[in-house]
Each structure stands twice: as C-alpha cells, then as structure tokens.
C-alpha cells in the first residue's frame, strides 16, 4: 500500500529555473494538499483540491501553481525559482463527506534548495 | 490570536515520565480534532483522534474540552521513542485542517 508518494524526494534548483514536484495517492482520496514547512517552523498551506477539476489558494499561494486533472495526481508548480522557496514541501490526501473532516496522511515530502 | 496556539517547548522529562501537552483553538465551530507526532525532517504522522468524550490508546490519552477549546495529550510511562514534535490539528473550513507549530519533547535516560 503505497499511500502518498512524493518524487523527488531531494532537488537543488538555481534561481530563475522551474520544476514540478509530483504527489499521486492511491486511497482514492478526494482531497489533496500541499504544504511548505520551513526549518523550525509549522505547516502553511500553499493549495488544495477537493476533487478532480478543482483547486484553490492557501496560505501562501504565491510563486506556486497547481492542477488536478485526476483523482490521484496533484502536481505543484514553480515558475520561476527564488531563494524564498527553500524548503521542504510536503503533499497529502484525506477523504471527507459531508461535515467533519477525516485526517490528512502525508508523503514523506520533498526537499527543495534553491541557490 | 492564531487559530491554534501551542507551547513550543521542549519539554525535557526523564524516562518513564508522565508529561502533558494542552493546545488552544480560536474557532468555536471546530468539529475534529487530532494530534500528530513529527519526528525531526519526517512528514507528520496521526498519532490520535480526538473525541468530544476523551480517548485513549496506550500510553496516550487525548481529551477535548470544547467550552474552553483546547485539547491536551498525556503520555504516560515516557519512552526515548516518544522524543518528538507533536502537533495539534483542529478543522478549519469543511475541507481544510488547522496545524499547530507544534511541542516539541526530549525524553532523556
């Protein structure tokens, strides 16, 4: 049971360069998230999905991009690399209906520096 | 005032040790309630659920108080396996789950 996989799992990018981090789930999860974590610091939210064909802005929104052509991929974009993004980028999935939420379980993240 | 506050830590406590975490929530219409444990450059990883009655598992207890709205965890009998960051989450909107920055905890020999 694979769960939530992250690819790659280690990437230096120079600035100005772009790149697609991968995350696909196989619990047929509805709802997908990513998040950046900064060193000693907590989650923010960059976007989510609540099905396939739709997305919306998180936290932190800003020099990422997003798309869920399927159930079980949502790749996060970056356009064009700053210094600002390093970090470690961690993608998960919950299913949820109706009201409440279910827990979220994460892939074991990718980590990101951009010099 | 954030939507969930935690005591950074550490909490540093010998083996064996009872220790107990509480973490307020700002959103008085929060319906889950969970807590996760985060080892040092891992992804966060459910520990528990937190229910309205209070649950247990193990070593772990996890108690909702929702007229004051936090949540707390106790570990009991502390291992060295225990050394971590625990985060609590609370639900946000329907779709989206609020994380804490976490506690950390230091179980030493």
């Known amino acids: 049971n694979a769960g939530v996989t992250q690819t790659p799992k280690f990437r230096i990018l120079k600035i100005g360069q772009s790149m697609t981090l991968q995350c696909t789930q196989d619990m047929n999860h509805n709802y997908m998230y990513w998040y950046r974590q900064d060193p000693g610091m907590g989650l923010k939210l960059i976007y989510y999905s609540v099905g396939a064909g739709i997305t919306d802005k998180g936290e932190v929104p800003n020099g990422y991009n997003v798309s869920r052509s399927t159930t079980e991929d949502f790749p996060l974009r970056l356009e064009l690399a700053a210094p600002s993004q390093t970090s470690v980028y961690f993608c998960?999935?919950?299913?949820?209906?109706?009201?409440?939420?279910?827990?979220?379980?994460f892939g074991d993240g990718t980590r990101l520096s951009i010099l | 005032r954030k939507e969930v506050e935690q005591d950074p830590g550490p909490f540093n406590v010998p083996e064996g040790a009872t220790v107990a975490f509480n973490c307020t929530y700002s959103n008085s219409a929060s319906q889950s309630f969970f807590w996760y444990r985060q080892d040092c450059r891992k992804e966060p990883k459910l520990l528990m659920s937190v229910y309205s009655s209070g649950n247990e598992d193990g070593r772990f207890t996890a108690q909702l108080n929702r007229a004051s709205q936090y949540i707390s965890l106790l570990i009991r009998d502390s291992k060295l396996s225990d050394s971590a960051t625990y985060l609590c989450v609370v639900s946000g909107t329907a779709s989206k789950l609020t994380f804490g920055t976490g506690t950390r905890l230091q179980v030493t020999l």
């Open positions: 998960a999935s919950s299913y949820s209906i109706g009201r409440g939420n279910q827990p979220q379980h």
